[in-house]
């Protein structure tokens, strides 16, 4: 079958005026020789023609990126690699990464990847298979959960041993009388007894298996995926709130359909076998390592998280479960990089930590004290001493600082979080400024806000941050932002993140 390519591809004056879809599959699996010069040529075209627009118009550019990147039949994404492995609350759109690792605009072949604010490692997978210039990568998470997860997603580990394991932890489930359950109070409100103490006995088979820490945090993602899926958590709703049938008021049709829906879900997932879940998540997910082992074969690239904080930026070995060993840390070298990726959270808007909570208990990656603290530790915390939601601090950047005024008038507390959040990113922009290379580029992916029902335009607001430190914007694009990761309605005073802004900020010499 033959497929015209999108106008806006053609407009940016993309060579192939054709493409053949049968070739997409191999293309995309990195089966197919690619002509390397030819896919870089066109990302500096389309890179030029993004940099005369914004020369023109410094408000910013507006473009699709899946668009821009739909002439190359190998960044086809879907369900590739392994992206999909896991879950994960306002994942990057992976043609944004794509589109900037295809070139050697930012970053010599030789040169490694950062990004400080990884999640679930968009960035760090996309820069270890990029067919053209294979780089290695670098991220900083605070999130463990997010660490465990970028860590098995990157990582090449024998499928077939994978999949061996999957089943002998499957069958060790199946016949033991141990368990392993979360010191967790209130467990008995997400789970029913009986998934209960079914994902128990898998916890228990998991940690007990013998394995290797490559392969053992393999089997946590997907144990992880299982006790998501089978909690009474509302799927549609970033933060655990309990499943529950709405009382309808006035007899309205929605209401009954969604009360329909959600009656359907509760008995699927009480009459649910979670071992069978557990190994039909293992399934799926060994076939997605396989399409990354095809990826990388032939190639030397790896990814890496090398550490928690963005706003201190530490280099520090990563053992099992995501944890790091504290005591061999040290700091990121300044001058080692020249390209830094990264998306922080948009302000307030994500509870990264309270989404991920219920999977963070049962993996034994924190207890619920420590899920408080790493609240408090997030860029973009709700969650922060009473004292500090008193007065508001200011940023020093007059713009910000008249933003939080009117928002204080309307919410004290709200003006004092968004005014540590700012402060927050200032310290990590620093650290990112601190270890670029003279030059060097950061690529910064970040969505406005709306606060009391101001609009908060962070994406203004990162900027004059990051000149006052010492980086120049050099390009400004945005994206519509569709459903991605959860990425939908919040609260009704927090209203919806409607574009990403991608900022490509340049350090001076
Ligand atoms: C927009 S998400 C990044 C998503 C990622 N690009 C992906 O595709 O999965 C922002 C991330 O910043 C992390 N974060 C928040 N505070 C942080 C901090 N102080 N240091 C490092 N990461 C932090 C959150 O846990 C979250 O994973």
Not at 9 to 33: C, N, S, W, Y
Not at 223 to 231: G, N, Q
Not at 281 to 310: E, F, P, Q, W, Y
Not at 475 to 486: C, N, T
Request: hydrophobic share 40%.
């Amino acid at each position: 079958m033959v497929v015209k390519l999108p106008q806006t591809t053609r407009l940016l004056g993309v060579d192939h005026e054709e493409v053949f879809i049968g070739l997409l599959q191999k293309t995309a699996l990195g089966e197919m020789p690619l002509d390397a010069d030819n896919v870089s040529k066109q990302a500096n075209r389309i890179l030029d023609s993004l940099y005369s627009q914004y020369r023109a118009n410094t408000a910013g550019v507006s473009v699709s990126f899946r668009e821009l990147c739909s002439g190359w039949t190998w960044a086809k994404r879907s369900d590739i690699y392994t992206h999909l492995i896991h879950s994960y609350p306002a994942k990057m759109l992976v043609y944004i990464p794509i589109l900037f690792l295809s070139t050697e605009k930012y970053a010599s072949r030789d040169d490694s990847i950062l990004d400080v604010f990884a999640g679930s490692a968009t960035v760090l997978l996309e820069s270890i298979i990029n067919p053209v210039f294979p780089r290695d990568a670098y991220g900083t998470e605070i999130n463990p959960l997010a660490r465990l997860i970028a860590k098995v997603k990157t990582t090449p580990i024998d499928p077939d041993n994978a999949e061996r394991l999957a089943i002998q932890v499957a069958q060790s489930a199946r016949s033991t009388s141990e368990e392993t359950l979360p010191a967790y109070s209130k467990l008995d409100y997400w789970y029913s007894e009986k998934i209960k103490q079914k994902l128990g006995k898998l916890a228990w088979a998991i940690n007990n298996a013998e394995t290797d820490v490559d392969t053992r945090d393999f089997l946590l993602v997907c144990f992880s995926v299982t006790t998501k899926k089978l909690s009474y958590a509302d799927p549609d709703i970033p933060v655990p709130v309990r499943l529950k049938c709405k009382t309808p008021t006035d007899g309205r049709p929605s209401v009954e359909r969604r009360n329909a829906l959600v009656k359907q879900l509760l008995a699927k997932i009480d009459s649910s076998d979670p071992i069978s879940v557990f190994f039909n998540v293992a399934n799926a997910n060994v076939h997605r390592l396989r399409m990354l082992c095809s990826a990388l074969k032939g190639k030397t690239t790896k990814a890496k998280i090398i550490g928690a904080d963005a706003r201190s930026l530490l280099d520090a070995p990563m053992g099992s479960k995501g944890h790091f060993d504290q005591t061999r840390a040290k700091p990121v070298q300044d001058k080692s990089f020249s390209l830094i990726v990264t998306s922080p959270p948009y302000g307030t808007a994500q509870k990264y930590i309270r989404s991920t909570r219920l999977e963070m208990l049962w993996l034994g990656l924190a207890t619920d004290t420590q899920v408080r603290a790493l609240e408090r530790q997030m860029v973009g915390t709700e969650v922060t001493a009473e004292s500090s939601l008193k007065a508001v601090v200011a940023t020093g950047f007059q713009p910000i600082d008249e933003k939080l005024e009117q928002i204080s008038m309307k919410n004290l507390s709200k003006a004092c979080l968004e005014s540590i959040y700012f402060r927050d990113m200032t310290t990590a922009i620093k650290e990112m400024h601190r270890v670029l290379r003279p030059n060097g580029t950061l690529v910064m992916v970040i969505g406005d806000n709306t606060a009391c029902g101001l609009t908060v335009p962070n994406h203004y607001y990162i900027r004059l941050i990051a000149e006052s430190v010492g980086f120049r914007e050099e390009l400004l694009i945005k994206d519509p932002v569709r459903s991605r990761g959860m990425m939908t309605k919040r609260h009704e005073t927090a209203g919806m993140v409607e574009d990403d802004w991608v900022t490509v900020l340049r350090k001076g010499n």
